[in-house]
């Protein structure tokens, strides 16, 4: 299994070589922790870090 790539902007995690949500081509696969956003409008927590996208996100993306 590959590695996935973190968006450096929104932090979504992907195999993609851009972001699909933010169509950055600044990514990484040096990244610490994950978050799985499954209802973003009941989320409090993607509400405190303005994710607005259904998905998986990292925590730390250097």
Do not use: H
């Not at 994950?34 to 870090?49: F, G, H, L, M, T």
Request: aromatic share 6%; hydrophobic share 30%; proline share 2%.
């Amino acid at each position: 299994m590959a590695k996935k790539n973190a968006c450096k902007k929104c932090k979504l995690l992907f195999e993609e070589s851009t972001c699909p949500v933010c169509k950055s081509d600044s990514t990484s696969t040096s990244w610490q922790g994950r978050i799985y956003v499954n209802d973003v409008n009941s989320s409090i927590i993607a509400e405190k870090i303005g994710i607005k996208v259904k998905g998986e996100y990292a925590i730390k993306v250097r």
